[in-house]
Nanobody
Framework: QVQLVESGGGLVQSGGSLRLSCGVS????????MSWYRQSPGKERELVAVIDDDGSLHVAESVKGRFTISRDNAKNMMYLEMNSLKPEDTAVYFC?????????????WGQGTLVIVSP
């Protein structure tokens, strides 16, 4: 069974930094697009950044210049470097991956990691 597992969330003061990680484990042949989403209380889940398997990326305007998405295909890992954090960045951050496994394309989510930015 293929799983995505996030780590790296926590409590940080406004202006601080955090680095989130997402690892893909299990039996699979390829990981295509990988993305970070976030969801704040009372709000819909929103796309933060996406990176495909050749490194092309897109970052939401709300975090552009502050957040950097990257991936290490050899380690099946994806990262989100978050700098100049603001209280409005407080959310549960989810990893999403399009993973080829067992002859199928699977759209998978991690369990989420909580980021809290204090004023």
């Amino acid at each position: 069974q293929v799983q995505l597992v996030e780590s790296g969330g926590g409590l940080v003061q406004s202006g601080g930094s955090l680095r989130l990680s997402c690892g893909v484990s299990g039996s699979f042949s390829m990981v295509h697009d990988m993305s970070w989403y976030r969801q704040s209380p009372g709000k819909e889940r929103e796309l933060v950044a996406v990176i495909d398997d050749d490194g092309s990326l897109h970052v939401a305007e709300s975090v552009k210049g502050r957040f950097t998405i990257s991936r290490d295909n050899a380690k099946n890992m994806m990262y989100l470097e978050m700098n100049s954090l603001k209280p409005e960045d407080t959310a549960v951050y989810f990893c999403n991956g399009v993973v080829a496994s067992g002859g199928r394309t699977n759209y998978l989510w991690g369990q989420g990691t909580l980021v809290i930015v204090s004023p």
